[in-house]
């Protein structure tokens, strides 16, 4: 019989292609199989690696518990030895704060002057209103203090003399009467140690206005000056102090920071805390404090 090669064509190309797709399903239901197979080895993989990160979270809110603990315990037996450590040794020394900035607070330092044995006879903070003063008030000021456009140096010096004993009740008066600053304590008193407290929550030209002038005012009356600052400044300052070789705490709201304040009123100069600035976390204690 003869055979249509046309025919015969299609039949071989019908028999290649039913291999070819029989062969691909049986490809795809093997590499399903082995995708399968693969899926639950990495599921597997990953509830064992979940298991250990949850044993190891475990174990780091353990330590974290005993942690707390100890530095719970610490802080207690600090604030209980802190007070008979620093008691007295600053017996009946005058000191003035003059605060540079109204952001942070610095009550804490001031209890433990007190608890030291100092006298806290003022608190002087200058408002940054001496920054931003109206026309009126301007013009009310140099016409008081009798001076040309050149009015912050004045208002400065007048600041830096009070605690040298060169008080002009007349100036403060109307310095704090147009709240340039304000001042809590008797500031008649002179001062054997000035405590400068700056610091600031934004950056700004002020250290460079009102801290930097005001340090070169204190210092050409022989003041000893300390600068300060608190442990969670935005912007320091304690490098612009050292610069003016002043003793500086950049943690003065710890219970370290303010032991560090006393024992460099005491002599131990130099710069301490806890940020780039410090040299040294505390002074160290000399032989005797150390037996103790």
């Known amino acids: ?18 291999l070819g797709i029989g062969i691909l399903i049986g490809i795809q239901v093997d590499s399903q199989d082995i995708i399968f197979e693969q899926q639950e080895i990495t599921v597997q993989k990953m509830e064992n690696k979940f298991d250990e990160l949850n044993r ?6 353990n330590q974290i518990k005993q942690l707390s603990t100890t530095n719970e315990l610490s802080e ?31 009550t804490s330092m001031r209890q433990a002057l007190k608890i030291a044995g100092a006298e806290v006879t003022s608190v002087t903070l200058i408002s940054e209103r001496l920054l931003y003063m109206s026309e009126e008030d301007k013009s009310q000021l140099m016409e ?15 600041i830096a003399e009070t605690p040298a004993g060169k008080y002009n009740a007349d100036d403060i008066a109307f310095l704090i009467e147009k709240g340039i600053i304000y001042v809590n304590g008797n500031l008649q008193n002179p ?7 700056g610091g600031s929550r934004e950056k700004s030209n002020k ?31 304690i ?5 003016e070789k002043l003793s500086t705490v950049d943690n003065v709201d710890t ?8 024992l460099v009123m005491t002599g131990k100069e130099g710069h301490y805390g806890i940020k780039k600035s410090a040299n040294s976390l505390m002074p160290f204690l000399n032989e005797e404090e150390k037996s103790r």
Request: aromatic fraction near 10%; proline fraction near 3%; glycine fraction near 2%.
């Open 76 to 106: 207690n037996y600090i604030k209980n030895i802190f007070p008979d450590y620093i008691k007295n040794k600053l017996s009946d020394l005058h000191i003035v704060i003059v605060e540079t900035t109204d952001d942070y607070t610095y």
């Open 239 to 243: 490098e612009l102090y050292k610069k």
């Open 56 to 61: 190891l979270n475990l174990d780091l809110q």
């Open 191 to 197: 001062a054997d140690y000035v405590v400068i407290a």
């Open 144 to 158: 008081h203090f009798d001076s040309d456009e050149n009015l912050v140096p004045v208002i400065l010096k007048r």
């Open 207 to 237: 250290h460079e206005i009102i801290d930097i002038p005001l340090i070169k005012e204190v210092k050409k009356l022989s003041l000893p000056m300390i600068g300060v600052e608190t442990t969670l400044v935005e912007n320091s300052y």
């Open 1 to 18: 019989m003869f055979i249509n090669i046309k025919y015969l064509v299609i039949t071989v190309i019908s028999i290649f292609l039913a």
């Open 255 to 262: 219970i370290m920071g303010q032991t560090s304040l006393v």
